[in-house]
Nanobody, 122 residues
């Protein structure tokens, strides 16, 4: 139900925009989160947005560099990533929340996309 795309190889300092496309008419009724998992590391929270797009929250590691947004008419959530560094290399996952709120906790999400790989070279 969720399809993440937009990953790829980029040089340090570059930008990428990830997309999370959802099927279903009620996508606009749910918060959405982005998480990432680097090789050998646990999954970590990146950014979240509430159902309307009126509230967003970021991990400290990406604050000021990443922007989460949504277009409910297109059933799509975006993650604009700027000033990328090799530390941002990971598989990025989007997830649909259990409710309308934004949330940093993975257990508050009940549907996950397949992930898209972001590789940042130094």
């Amino acid at each position: 139900q969720l399809q993440a795309s937009g990953g790829g190889l980029v040089q340090a300092g570059g930008s990428l925009r990830l997309s999370c496309a959802a099927s279903g008419r009620t996508f606009s009724s749910y918060g959405v989160g982005w998480f990432r998992q680097a090789p050998g590391k646990e999954r970590e929270f990146v950014a979240t947005i509430n159902y309307s797009g009126g509230y967003t929250y970021y991990a400290d590691s990406v604050k000021g560099r990443f922007t989460i947004s949504r277009d409910n008419a297109k059933n799509t959530v975006y993650l604009q990533m700027n000033s990328l560094s090799p530390e941002d290399t990971a598989v990025y996952y989007c997830a649909k929340g259990r409710g309308i709120a934004a949330d940093t906790r993975p257990r508050q999400y009940d549907s996950w996309g397949q992930g898209t790989l972001v590789t940042v070279s130094s």
